[in-house]
């Protein structure tokens, strides 16, 4: 929270005469919402869905250090127009340029443990985007494509690969840097079952997205130097805790916590507003658990769960998109009438709206990639 927003909450809790009810610091937070909220621009639907602002709502930047997100012009070929009805179209044209993100992205997508990943050569970086930290660095990230996963997937002609493929992703590392580590924590919202491999040592380098995600992202991000010190899994499908339990370490079990519940939350008219839900609400975790200090990982992927009320949530209040760093999402929207098994998706749901969501959370600072 802002400094200043929070000594004036302070104060007004101070002043106040507390009753039987919230404690002073649930006062404190309530009191800093209320005044957050009041910044940002009003959420404006763009049709019936509630959850489908008009394009380009203004992003209000949360407390975090100095950056600029630096789009590629590859990426504002999907997100500068209209896109509905051209995704493979696009696709097919951008096939050699998404070439050259794919030699640096597959290149450092099993990075050497503890290792700084190589500069993309010059080619490789005109396609990518990147961030521009406090000290004018470049810091890499793969740019949007309304594919919306691996880019020579899906899309006739464009190539053969399989659409769990998830070596187009670049993510962030804290190797090669001077300051300590900082506390990382992951939220997998969605996380199914640890079977099926050596949590502590992983082979991921195959690329595939499929099977459990905790001990996927555990490994990638702890061969970039961001070892995971808290882990918080949701699944909505009854578990058998003893085999989901089983191929858990113990030095990594005391740092689990699992929820075999399903994530709730208000509908998104109550959530893009600070309005959540009282039991089982992530968006509260996040608040509750999460400090501006940390690495916050959050993976979203919740076949007809709350995933829009999150994630517009995070990316229109600046007090939540300040505490995460990356945010992995399956945006589940009309692919143009191809099916992925998604059920009957909205038409207001389309490439245009996932990619604007997309967009919007980069310019909040966060590292945002479509998952798969």
Request: hydrophobic share 35%.
């Amino acid at each position: 929270m802002p400094r200043l927003l929070r000594y004036i909450c302070a104060l007004a809790v101070l002043r106040a005469a507390v009753g039987a009810g919230a404690s002073g610091e649930d006062q404190e937070n309530q009191c800093a919402l209320q005044l957050t909220t009041k910044e940002v621009p009003p959420f404006v639907v763009r049709g019936t869905d509630p959850c489908v602002p008009v394009a380009g709502q203004q992003v209000v930047v949360g407390s975090r250090e100095e950056f600029e997100y630096v789009p590629s012009a590859l990426e504002k070929e999907w997100t500068e127009h209209v896109r509905k009805g051209q995704i493979c179209d696009l696709a097919l044209k951008q096939k050699e340029k998404a070439a050259l993100w794919l030699n640096y992205s597959t290149a450092v997508f099993k990075p050497i443990a503890g290792q700084l990943a190589r500069d993309p050569e010059p080619d490789e970086a005109e396609v990518l985007s990147y961030f521009l930290d406090k000290d004018k660095k470049r810091q890499y990230i793969e740019p949007l494509s309304g594919v919306a996963r691996h880019p020579h997937a899906i899309c006739p002609g464009t190539g053969d690969v399989d659409k769990f493929d998830i070596r187009y992703l670049v993510l962030g590392s804290h190797c090669g840097r001077a300051e300590p580590k900082p506390r990382t924590k992951l939220f997998d919202l969605g996380c199914t079952t640890n079977a099926g491999g050596d949590f502590l040592s992983m082979n991921y380098d195959h690329g595939s997205g499929l099977g459990p995600s905790i001990p996927l992202f555990f490994n990638m991000f702890k061969d970039r130097c961001l070892e995971f010190d808290d882990i918080y899994g949701w699944e909505a499908r009854s578990m058998d805790q003893a085999k989901w339990w089983d191929p858990v370490p113990d030095e990594i079990r005391e740092r689990t916590r699992f929820y075999n519940v399903p994530v709730e939350e208000t509908p998104c008219a109550q959530s893009i507003n600070g309005v959540y839900a009282q039991k089982g609400s992530f968006l509260h975790m996040l608040k509750q658990t999460a400090k501006q200090e940390d690495y916050v990982v959050v993976k979203v992927d919740i076949d007809g769960g709350p995933e829009l009320n999150i994630m517009e949530a995070i990316a229109r209040h600046p007090e939540l998109s300040s505490l995460v760093d990356e945010i992995f999402f399956e945006y589940h929207f009309w692919f143009d009438g191809r099916s992925f098994g998604w059920g009957d998706i909205s038409q207001e749901r389309d490439v245009d709206s996932a990619l604007d969501l997309m967009k919007r959370l980069r310019l909040a600072g966060i590292r945002s990639h479509f998952w798969i």
